[in-house]
């Protein structure tokens, strides 16, 4: 079994969720699938602005939002 | 009783009870023998509610003797609930081995307001397992157009209920396209609003930052209508904006002579089935007649959000789900298992650089939207295949289109425009400025009613599948 496999197994171990080895590779797949779309983002404005906007729900125009 | 009820639209009918030409029972009958002839076959309805369903109708026409009338425009008019909504005493699955006995003692606010304006519930749609898995329990969802094919997911059942004429309005959650996606496979609207436009109190969630609910019809001005209703601040949903609501079907034959759409220079026009593409461009075609101007726009990292949007949901979702995943892992589909299991296995700082690029995913749309009144797209680059591709080993991207506007938050419609040559339906996706559904219903509504699309009608079976 490869590290990322390993690895996988024992996080998903650590927060109690038992896999078999088919769950195990269909996992890997998705994981391995997303980590490397999130690698080929461009880097270019990724570091604007310094502080991460992250999500924050739309503001309403013109009026207060709903928070 | 006034012939073919099973494809008018919410405001045909209404204006049919209006005139009394035709009462609630009638209309709810309709509907219900409509379920009993082809839900064999397309497995839309996961619960039904026929004798309370009836009964609603028959105290509809009550409040409505003795020249009252009706008191909205949607009382006495029968709706379809994804089963992924609260509904209060009806079981609420999510289609889940996990919920089967679970019913609600209250409703999801959009279920009830929908309720309180007199609409009647005829029951509860078929939906992938928590929205994004399969649908092992109650049967795959079939698509009216041609049963051996996928209806889309996850708000399967209201699609296909809709297109084969078993309700006229229904209502569905979307977390990466799971309203548009169903509508474009199967050949009707559907709106994701802005964030925060609808409560999701009550909506069984999936991701607290991706889910929305919205509105799904087989015109535009049902969307509309519909929406008018759902929309709203709700105290109970933290999320829920103090957005003024208006009528959304105000002005929607003001055309669209003036409007700038926008053409995504990328992605969104990359790789297209030939069908879909030719349709779509004859689309914008039609709305550069119709006097709209066409203008290609910049959207950098529209082809770089699968796995920045993979990771935010499934985290989101595994968040969600640990404790039950732990205990009754047993119970869920597998697919399903696998894909929530999938969010604990993200590290924080993945969460975190997946939320940087949609910070800057969002600002390179509302930039575009500061010189465009809308942004057009297709919804889904083919149309719906087999029922066998999405049941076997990893199906189809699905959301390649959608996904985006769960990102950025921006409202999305999606609305038929033409069909393949295999007689398969192609939608094409609106996307506009928070809290600005009502341009997107403007724009939708002057294409549809110069086009014939939204009039085609299955040839339905009633053989079971």
């Known amino acids: 079994m490869s590290g990322v496999s390993d690895r996988i197994r024992e996080d998903l171990a650590r927060v109690g969720v038992a896999v078999n080895d088919e769950d195990l590779a269909m996992i890997v797949k998705i994981v391995e699938a997303n980590r490397a779309g999130l690698a080929r983002v461009p880097a270019d404005g990724l570091d604007e602005p310094a502080v991460s906007r992250g999500f924050l729900p739309p503001a309403v125009p013109g009026g207060s939002d709903g928070a | ?465």
């Open chain 2, 1 to 465: 009783m006034a012939a073919d009820l099973a494809y008018r639209s919410l405001t045909e009918l209404g204006r049919l009870l209006d005139a009394r030409e035709i009462s609630p029972v009638e209309i709810v009958t309709d509907a219900l023998a409509r379920v009993e002839r082809y839900n064999g076959r397309l497995v839309s309805f996961v619960t039904m509610c026929g004798e309370a369903a009836v009964a609603g109708a028959r105290r509809a026409e009550r409040q409505m003797a003795g020249g009252r009338g009706r008191r909205t425009r949607l009382h006495g008019l029968p709706i379809a609930h994804k089963d992924i909504s609260l509904t209060q005493a009806v079981r609420t699955t999510a289609h889940s081995r996990c919920l089967l006995e679970y019913v609600p003692d209250h409703d999801a606010t959009h279920v009830r307001r929908l309720a309180e304006a007199g609409m009647i519930m005829l029951g509860k749609t078929n939906t992938t397992e928590y929205a994004c898995g399969t649908m092992d329990v109650f049967g795959v969802a079939r698509n009216p157009w041609d049963p051996i094919r996928y209806t889309g997911g996850s708000s399967a059942g209201s699609a296909a209920a809709l297109a084969a004429g078993m309700a006229p309005a229904a209502t569905g959650s979307d977390t990466g396209g799971s309203i548009r996606v169903p509508a474009s496979f199967c050949g009707i609207v559907g709106l994701k609003p802005t964030y925060g436009r609808v409560s999701r109190y009550g909506l069984i969630p999936l991701s607290w930052s991706m889910d929305h609910v919205g509105p799904m019809a087989r015109t535009v001005g049902d969307c509309a209508l519909l929406l008018t209703t759902m929309a709203g601040h709700d105290p109970l949903d933290p999320t829920s904006a103090r957005a003024p609501v208006r009528d959304f079907t105000d002005g929607l034959d003001a055309g669209v002579r003036g409007m700038v759409l926008g053409v995504p220079k990328q992605h969104f026009y990359e790789g297209l089935d030939p069908e879909v593409e030719a349709a779509v461009r004859a689309a914008l075609r039609h709305l550069e007649v119709e006097g709209a101007r066409l203008e290609p726009v910049d959207l950098p990292l529209a082809g770089h959000l699968a796995g920045p949007g993979g990771i935010l949901i499934m985290a989101e979702a595994y968040g969600l789900h640990a404790a039950q995943l732990r205990e009754r892992a047993a119970d869920y589909g597998t697919r399903t298992r696998r894909r929530i299991a999938s969010g604990a296995c993200y590290t924080s700082g993945e969460y975190e650089a997946a939320m940087r690029v949609r910070g800057v995913w969002t600002r390179q749309v509302a930039r575009v939207l500061e010189r465009v009144d809308a942004i057009v797209t297709p919804t889904v680059p083919y149309a719906a295949f087999a029922v066998d591709v999405q049941l076997e080993g990893e199906p189809p991207d699905t959301s390649w289109g959608t996904r985006h506007f769960n990102l950025s938050g921006h409202p999305a419609l999606a609305l038929p425009c033409g069909f393949t040559a295999a007689g398969l339906p192609v939608g094409m996706q609106l996307a506009g400025r928070y809290f600005d559904e009502a341009t997107l219903f403007r724009i939708a509504y002057t294409y549809e009613r110069s086009t014939p699309w939204h009039n085609r009608r299955p040839a339905l079976s009633e053989a079971a599948a």
